[in-house]
T-cell receptor, first 116, second 112 residues
Framework: DTEVTQTPKHLVMGMTNKKSLKCEQHMGHRAMYWYKQKAKKPPELMFVYSYEKLSINESVPSRFSPECPNSSLLNLHLHALQPEDSALYLC???????????????FGPGTRLTVT | DAKTTQPNSMESNEEEPVHLPCNHSTISGTDYIHWYRQLPSQGPEYVIHGLTSNVNNRMASLAIAEDRKSSTLILHRATLRDAAVYYCILRDWDFGNEKLTFGTGTRLTIIP
C-alpha cells in the first residue's frame, strides 16, 4: 500500500472557526510533511516531522498548529485563519531522513481549504 | 536553498519522446536531483531522482550532465496521461532533515 490519505477532501471554514486536517499513511514511513499550494503556484513546505518530532517549521504563522500523534498520523490544526490562507494543503511522507541518502516523497491528494 | 531553472511550458506529440531540461548551476556535491509531476487536481507524484549517474525506472530516465549543472528528464513515449506540471527539485539538507523546495516547473502539453 503506497497511499497517503487525507481528510476531508474539501473544507470551508469561517475566520473564527477551529478545524483540523488529517493525514494518514501505513507504509511505515518515519518522515511526514505538510505543504501549502496556492492556485497555479508550486507547493511550499510548511512543516517536517521526523520520528514523530517536529524538525522543521518554515516560519509558519501560529494559527497553523501541526501534531503527530503517532508514526502513521499527522494532523494540522487550524484556528483564526484568514481568507488568504485558502489553498490546497498537501501531506506527504517518506521512508526516512538519513544523511547521504535521498528518498522519494509520497503525496496525498490534498485538502482544498476555503476560508470565508 | 539551491535553485533550478526550467522552461515554463513545452509541447510534445503523443507517442513521441519528451526531453524536459533543468538547469541547476549552484548544485552542491550532496544535492540529489528529484523530479515530480503534478496532474490536474492531484497531489505531486514522484517520477525519479539521482545524484551523479543516469537513472532509469519504469516511468522515465534521468540524464545528469557530467558537471551536474544540468539534467534532463526523458519520457520515452509520451501519452496523454503524461500532461502535467513537471518539477525539477534539488533536495536540501536542513539540520538532518531532507526538504524539497519546488520551483515553478514546466507545464507539459501532449498533442494527440
Amino acid at each position: 500500500d503506497t497511499e497517503v490519505t487525507q481528510t476531508p477532501k474539501h473544507l470551508v471554514m469561517g475566520m473564527t472557526n477551529k478545524k483540523s486536517l488529517k493525514c494518514e499513511q501505513h507504509m511505515g514511513h518515519r518522515a511526514m510533511y505538510w505543504y501549502k499550494q496556492k492556485a497555479k503556484k508550486p507547493p511550499e513546505l510548511m512543516f517536517v516531522y521526523s520520528y514523530e518530532k517536529l524538525s522543521i517549521n518554515e516560519s509558519v504563522p501560529s494559527r497553523f498548529s501541526p501534531e503527530c500523534p503517532n508514526s502513521s498520523l499527522l494532523n494540522l490544526h487550524l484556528h483564526a485563519l484568514q481568507p488568504e490562507d485558502s489553498a490546497l494543503y498537501l501531506c506527504a511522507s517518506s521512508q526516512d531522513t538519513l544523511a547521504g541518502v535521498s528518498y522519494e516523497q509520497y503525496f496525498g491528494p490534498g485538502t482544498r481549504l476555503t476560508v470565508t | 536553498d539551491a535553485k533550478t531553472t526550467q522552461p515554463n511550458s513545452m509541447e510534445s506529440n503523443e507517442e513521441e519522446p519528451v526531453h524536459l531540461p533543468c538547469n541547476h548551476s549552484t548544485i552542491s556535491g550532496t544535492d540529489y536531483i528529484h523530479w515530480y509531476r503534478q496532474l490536474p487536481s492531484q497531489g505531486p507524484e514522484y517520477v525519479i531522482h539521482g545524484l551523479t549517474s543516469n537513472v532509469n525506472n519504469r516511468m522515465a530516465s534521468l540524464a545528469i550532465a557530467e558537471d551536474r549543472k544540468s539534467s534532463t528528464l526523458i519520457l520515452h513515449r509520451a501519452t496523454l496521461r503524461d500532461a502535467a506540471v513537471y518539477y525539477c527539485i534539488l533536495r536540501d539538507w536542513d539540520f538532518g532533515n531532507e526538504k524539497l523546495t519546488f520551483g515553478t516547473g514546466t507545464r507539459l502539453t501532449i498533442i494527440p
